[in-house]
């Protein structure tokens, strides 16, 4: 019997989201 | 020529940024550009530098943003692209046009749709830059996933009616368009009030 894996529960788009994410947090640590 | 904060009631109409949180955003901005040269103006890797916080001499997705602030092709950014651009990451900005600013974003090409193609190599990278190893059958598969929920037309390529009709269905997806801490810019940096040119 065939084992498809898990099922695919994220989105491409959720995953480029984390790389294309601005970051200025720094500037504004207290 | 560096031009500096020339008109904040302006800026303060045309984003949502009070006047006082342009002022203080030039603060950010005047930290910004002088990182590497003291030139009032912000270059790539300057821009690389302080929004991305990777050494890295090429990244797929600051040469793409980059070119998003840099509304006049000039290839480096003066202060009113820079609070424009950032003006769509604010908390409060328009979800239209956090849809918008993503969709330029994922559409590599200019060409008015997200291929597939463009969907492989963002992942491949974001994959690569993040330092998870996923096979080749995996990142298909999520591609495979990903088209089904948003090509609805069925053509094997998103544009932007589709893509917003996604969004809109998975919110989550427009996550990385907002900047929360940008509506405590005013108490990050009060120094703007030493130089404001506007009366309270």
């Not at chain 2, 979800?95 to 969709?103: A, G, H, M, Q, T």
Request: with cysteine; net charge negative.
């Amino acid at each position: 019997q065939r084992n498809s894996g898990p099922p695919i529960l994220i989105n491409a788009f959720q995953l480029i989201g984390m790389s294309s994410c601005l970051d200025l947090s720094g500037f504004f640590e207290k | 020529q560096p031009r500096g904060l020339e008109d904040p009631e302006l800026l303060a109409r045309e984003t949502v940024f009070s006047v006082s949180e342009i002022e203080a955003l030039y603060e950010l901005f005047k930290r910004i550009s002088s990182a590497v040269i003291d030139d009032g103006l912000i270059n790539k890797e300057e821009f690389q530098l302080a929004l991305f916080k990777i050494n890295k001499k090429e990244s797929l997705f600051v040469d793409r943003v980059f070119d998003l602030f840099d509304t006049k092709h000039s290839g480096i950014l003066g202060f009113e692209e820079f609070a424009r651009a950032l003006s769509v990451f604010h908390p409060n900005a328009l979800v239209d046009d956090k849809i918008e600013f993503s969709f330029q974003l994922y559409d590599l090409k200019q060409q008015g749709f997200i291929e597939r193609q463009e969907v492989k190599q963002m992942v491949v990278t974001t994959l690569a830059e993040s330092g998870m190893n996923l096979s080749d059958d995996v990142i298909e598969n999520i591609i495979n996933k990903t088209f089904e929920q948003a090509d609805t037309k069925h053509d094997g390529k998103i544009d932007k009616e589709e893509w917003k009709n996604l969004v809109l269905r998975h919110p989550s997806l427009l996550k990385n368009m907002t900047l929360q801490y940008l509506k405590d810019i005013t108490t990050t940096f009060p120094s703007f009030v030493f130089h404001s040119q506007v009366d309270d």
